[in-house]
């Protein structure tokens, strides 16, 4: 049997927070619903229990097509790009994707599936903390806009002075669209962006 064709329904959490994703869904004249409250998590699991052929995806699940502009970043950019954000990032298992988007302003946001998402909420709330905390997190993926100026001199200075700094900035950059910073992420993320004012300063 034939599984039915799914209508996705995409919703927002935190308009504040993910307002970047809201932006660049307007611009695509797509629309999302607003579901705030801790109890949305399960009410949305029950209507997709009730009906088949609806599925719910919170904004920054995925990179839709209507975000996406014209042609496919090239394979070799997306390759050194991985390479270079995992190693100034010393993040070895960091998901990173180069695309082409529509909105030629954002350079960098993250994804995460909502299968990784529903996990994580849901160990949140059976308070399963004795579990491996990386399954909390880290299922995010880098998005690099390959057309960005920014991601572009990432790509052709390589491994200069400022690579590290940039790439830290832009990661915190798509992260804080995406979910509130950590006190010590965001105290690295403050400093980070004193430095880059005082090199501007210069």
């Not at 949305?40 to 995925?62: G, M, P, V, Y």
């Not at 700094?165 to 669209?177: G, K, N, R, T, V």
């Amino acid at each position: 049997k034939k599984e039915p064709e799914k209508t996705t329904i995409f919703y927002v959490t935190d308009p504040v927070q993910q307002s970047q994703y809201i932006n660049m869904f307007r611009e695509a004249g797509k629309n999302a619903v607003i579901l705030s409250h801790n109890i949305d998590t399960t009410f949305i699991s029950h209507l997709e229990q009730k009906d088949q052929t609806i599925q719910f995806k919170r904004i920054d699940a995925d990179v839709t097509e209507e975000l996406k502009g014209e042609g496919a970043a090239d394979e070799n950019t997306a390759k050194t790009l991985t390479e270079l954000f995992r190693k100034n990032l010393n993040m070895e298992k960091l998901e990173v994707k180069a695309e082409n988007l529509k909105n030629e302003s954002v350079a960098a946001m993250m994804t995460l599936s909502e299968e990784s998402r529903r996990m994580q909420d849901m160990m949140k709330m059976y308070n399963m903390y004795g579990m491996d905390p990386s399954m909390f997190g880290g299922q995010e993926t880098l998005i690099l806009n390959a057309k960005h100026p920014l991601v572009q001199y990432i790509l052709k200075n390589g491994e200069n002075d400022n690579t590290s700094l940039f790439c830290e900035q832009l990661y915190d950059l798509a992260m804080i669209s995406h979910k509130p910073l950590s006190p010590d992420e965001m105290t690295k993320f403050v400093s980070r962006s004193n430095q880059i004012m005082m090199l501007l300063a210069k």
